[in-house]
């Protein structure tokens, strides 16, 4: 079992950076596909950005050239660095994990707000 913990999230000019966090606690992070989603009020959650275990990433092409995400099994813990960050990125973003063994084991953090706001 993966117990996930998001932090970073919070109010941001547009234009600004934040750092998103995910602490993974439990066994087998390097078994698992780590992925940044995000919902905006009346909107359906989207993948943001994912990575393998192995580091290969996928962005959305919305926050192609702004935001990277990046992990670090060492410490089991994968980022979102976002740049350039616009009003409409605003949406409550939660960290996934999904075992690439066992396909009904799924995880979810309780998800940090961000919002972009002048």
């Known amino acids: 079992q993966v117990q996930l913990v998001e932090s970073g999230g919070g109010l941001v000019q547009p234009g600004g950076s934040l750092r998103l966090s995910c602490a993974a606690s439990?066994?087998?992070?390097?078994?698992?596909?780590m992925g940044w989603y995000r919902q905006a009020p009346g909107k359906t959650r989207e993948l943001v950005a994912s990575?393998?275990?192995?580091?290969?990433?996928d962005l959305v092409d919305s926050v192609k050239g702004r935001f990277t995400i990046s992990r670090d099994n060492a410490k089991n813990t994968v980022y979102l660095q976002m740049n350039s960050l616009k009003p409409e990125d605003t949406a409550v973003y939660y960290c996934?994990?999904?075992?690439?063994?066992?396909?009904?084991?799924?995880?979810w953090g309780q998800g940090t707000q961000v919002t972009v706001s002048s």
């Open positions: 439990g066994s087998s992070f390097r078994a698992y596909n």
């Open positions: 990575i393998t275990p192995d580091g290969g990433t």
């Open positions: 996934n994990a999904a075992s690439t063994i066992r396909r009904l084991n799924i995880y």
